[in-house]
């Protein structure tokens, strides 16, 4: 019996070691969503101060869409505002907005400083972010044209980004 009772450090010891050995060969840039392949959220936003159009689930129904979750507090936002107005610039796909718990007066100054590539934008108090599984902000959703979430980017997009996985998806979406 004693004889067990050494061998259990042992055995804990090699079940921690293969946990480690799977976890260190995951890729820790991939943060899975449940909402893959599934509708996206019901949602009404209303629109900036300023602005007639808020968002809704209804506009994501009219096509492939690009959904960006975005504030103006948020410096990685900022960093892919070029490579998003570049893509946005195309006209391939709306790119909707959302404006993630932010301050009117603040998102207006942002947007009048480094343009608007938002075809609408709708201003969530943070319930909406919830709702789509925000885990912070930027997070990009590819929605294709039955509202469903197809692709789910978190962090800043980049043009490589853009041309690799967003532009190729698209492709497929619209066919």
Not at 69 to 88: G, I, N, Q, T, V
Not at 99 to 106: G, N
Request: glycine residues 10%; charged residues 25%.
């Amino acid at each position: 019996m004693r004889r067990w009772l050494y061998l259990l450090p042992v055995a804990i010891f090699v079940l921690m070691a293969a946990g480690f050995y799977v976890g260190l060969n995951r890729d820790p840039d991939v943060l899975p969503s449940p909402l893959i392949d599934e509708p996206a959220p019901q949602f009404d936003l209303p629109p900036l101060p300023g602005n007639d159009k808020g968002l809704s689930t209804a506009d994501l129904k009219r096509g492939v869409s690009l959904v960006n979750f975005f504030a103006s507090w948020c410096a990685p936002c900022r960093e892919e505002h070029k490579a998003l107005s570049d893509f946005a610039a195309r006209k391939r796909v709306p790119v909707y907005g959302i404006d993630y718990k932010d301050k009117p007066e603040a998102v207006a100054k942002w947007l009048a400083e480094l343009g608007n590539p938002y075809t609408q934008i709708g201003a969530d108090d943070g319930q909406i972010g919830i709702e789509w599984g925000v885990y912070g902000v930027p997070e990009t959703y590819l929605v294709d044209g039955n509202g469903r979430i197809r692709y789910k980017h978190v962090g800043p997009l980049t043009q490589a980004d853009i041309d690799k996985q967003i532009v190729p998806l698209i492709g497929q979406l619209q066919k």
